[in-house]
């Protein structure tokens, strides 16, 4: 059976690009084998939405609404 690794943040502030590219480059340090990083904030900027795509990794954000 695959296994389905995931790599959670969570951040108390606005998220932003360069923000974002901090994170996933610690994530993907931390574990090398995930398949999504999933990234819990207060509110997000446009270019980090623009910017999950440009990443090896799936990437979602979940902003506390």
Avoid: F, W
């Amino acid at each position: 059976m695959s296994q389905h690794k995931i790599a959670l943040e969570y951040k108390d502030r606005h998220l932003t690009r360069p923000l974002l590219d901090q994170i996933v480059g610690a994530q993907l340090r931390a574990v090398p084998d995930a398949n999504e990083i999933i990234i819990r904030c207060r509110s997000v900027a446009k270019t980090a939405y623009e910017a999950r795509e440009s990443y090896g990794i799936k990437v979602t954000i979940v902003p506390n609404s």
